[in-house]
């Protein structure tokens, strides 16, 4: 059972979506809480930084042309175990 903090959140954020532009989330937590994939990589932070900072420039580009509904759905799912993420987000409207 979700608690109620989480529920505030995607309530929140689920209303940011149905506006017009993306939600903004806190990509610095969700980078530190990223498992490190490179062994001896001390970039994983900034690498995921950056991947981060694309997925929201190509966000605010294309917000606007994705259905509503749609928007709502992959904003909740990008939120989803607690670290939202511009990637995930992109990626679910995108498929």
């Not at 109620?4 to 689920?14: E, H, N, P, R």
């Amino acid at each position: 059972m979700p608690s109620f903090t989480g529920l505030a959140f995607v309530s929140l954020v689920t209303l940011a979506a149905a506006g017009g532009r993306p939600p903004t989330f806190d990509v610095k937590a969700t980078c530190r809480a990223a498992p490190s994939l490179g062994a001896g990589n001390g970039n994983t932070d900034q690498n995921c930084l950056r991947d981060e900072t694309q997925a929201r420039t190509q966000l605010v580009k294309l917000w606007s042309s994705f259905d509503p509904r749609r928007r709502a759905l992959c904003v909740q799912e990008a939120g989803n175990g607690g670290s939202p993420s511009y990637v995930d987000l992109l990626t679910c409207l995108q498929m």
